[in-house]
């Protein structure tokens, strides 16, 4: 493990970098969300069936989930600096042919590549970014990620009312080719950010390791800090077979499965948040698709804010053991209240999207600080791939359960579902608050640990920085 990187001050590198990786986060946002939008108009003009939306709806989902466990393996392999760009590249292209389409096949093509590309740059960027982080802004950073996607997601609902006001539902061809704007914005971003220098130094580039760090952070480092563990170096190639052996069966299916947990009502609310409310009395309409929609993305997004606080205050685990109690508790209130008026439904979903912040902001974070570098992308991706299911069964199923069962036994299995996140969490959930990267699996047992004492550094000179 590096020490000279776990308390490294933070500087203005470490921000640009965090930066840039958030594309990835809010691009995600952006395209799952326009596309709701888009669907508005998109459906008289292709005279799509209900079937036909539901492809169209679910096919970046499931590129997602294809995509998480394939380049996360492949990022641990080659490198996060190859493929940082490759992802984005490949987004300009989608979203550019979007505007040409006319076939629903070739829109749902293009939509699962869009996924797959979406959810490489999951693990290719989180995976950069904490491998650069000092260990104290480590939870915050990465936490701010699912930020991102969120500001992308109320980006993308106010995009598409514009487009819908001043241009019509036609325009439905430019809402689905404006990601081209974001990806060609965060392409720039990029240019310039570096290999990460645990990834070179596990595989064997211990000199590259040495300068990339002293250009970026100014310090000078001994290689033998930055080489892995004996350990590690047996267990390089081991991939996805590793994830599911002792002691990492249990962290990996934590990953997962609380991850699946939240983001099957979540995205289920996220999506037919106008619909939900409307059975409880609330009008519909355009407005309500595009901009009442928006403002419960906002309110998730808010949410994220005292949770960052949290979990570098309290912990991660308190943090998202709390956030799975208290998130139940307003979908059991509107499971045994179906009747419930529509200001107290309003109130319960706000409730519910707000407290959604604890697991929001440990998404990411958790797979990358329970996870060795050799492994950290692959964990990251299948734990994204994981979630995906959850959002896809979630959204598929909600609209089906609203109309065959009623909203009040909907809400009850949103709220079971919630629950049992909430049992996962209290039985394998780690605390990994102030650990050193490297050292998080072994330290976490105790929930004690804390970040290495830096050791003195010392300092290069202004001119060896680059």
Not at 234 to 263: D, H, I, K, N
Request: with cysteine; charged share 15%; hydrophobic share 50%.
């Amino acid at each position: 493990m590096s020490q000279t990187i776990d308390n490294a001050p933070y500087t203005a590198f470490h921000r640009r970098l965090a930066l840039a990786c958030s594309g990835g986060p809010l691009l995600d946002g952006y395209i799952l969300s326009i596309v709701g939008v888009a669907l508005i108009g998109m459906r008289p003009d292709l005279g799509l069936s209900t079937a036909q939306v539901s492809l169209i709806g679910a096919a970046a989902l499931v590129g997602m989930f294809v995509g998480g466990a394939l380049f996360g393996v492949l990022t641990d392999k080659i490198g996060r600096e190859v493929m940082y760009t490759a992802d984005l590249l490949v987004m300009v292209v989608c979203s550019v042919l979007s505007f040409w389409v006319d076939d629903v096949w070739a829109i749902a093509v293009l939509r699962f590549v869009l996924g797959m590309a979406v959810a490489a740059d999951y693990p290719i960027a989180t995976s950069l970014l904490a491998e650069w982080l000092p260990a104290k802004h480590r939870g915050r950073l990465l936490g701010q990620q699912i930020v991102a996607w969120y500001a992308g997601s109320v980006l993308a609902y106010v995009v598409g009312y514009l487009f819908l006001e001043l241009a019509g539902p036609g325009s439905w061809r430019w809402m689905l080719a404006s990601s081209t704007v974001l990806c060609v914005v965060f392409l720039v971003i990029r240019r310039g950010s570096p290999e990460s220098p645990r990834w070179l130094a596990a595989n064997g580039r211990v000199g590259d390791a040495v300068r990339v760090v002293e250009k970026h952070l100014g310090v000078r480092v001994d290689g033998r800090e930055l080489m892995p563990d004996p350990a590690g170096r047996a267990r390089r190639s081991s991939g996805l077979r590793l994830l599911m052996t002792p002691p990492y069966r249990r962290r990996t299916l934590f990953c997962g499965l609380f991850f699946l947990c939240q983001v099957g009502p979540l995205f289920a609310m996220l999506t037919f948040g106008p619909q939900i409310l409307s059975s409880f009395g609330m009008p519909g309409g355009t407005v309500m698709e595009t901009l009442g929609t928006g403002l419960i993305s906002l309110v998730f997004l808010l949410g994220c804010y005292p949770a960052l606080r949290l979990i570098d205050t309290r912990g991660r685990r308190p943090v998202i053991i709390w956030s799975f109690a208290l998130m139940t508790v307003p979908l059991a209130l509107l499971g045994v209240w179906p009747t419930a008026p529509a200001a107290v439904a309003l109130t319960a979903l706000c409730a519910y999207a707000f407290l959604c912040g604890g697991p929001n902001v440990l998404d990411w974070t958790y797979p990358n600080e329970l996870f060795p570098t050799e492994i950290r992308a692959t964990a990251v991706g299948v734990a994204t791939s994981v979630s995906r299911i959850g959002a896809a069964v979630g959204t598929y199923l909600l609209p089906l359960s609203l109309t065959g069962l009623g909203t009040g036994p909907t809400m009850l299995i949103a709220a079971g579902t919630t629950a049992l996140g909430l049992l996962v969490c209290a039985l394998w959930a780690e605390e990994t608050r102030g650990t050193a990267l490297g050292a998080a699996p072994t330290a976490a047992r105790t929930g004690t640990a804390k970040a290495t004492q830096a050791v003195p550094a010392q300092r290069v000179p202004q001119t060896a920085r680059g």
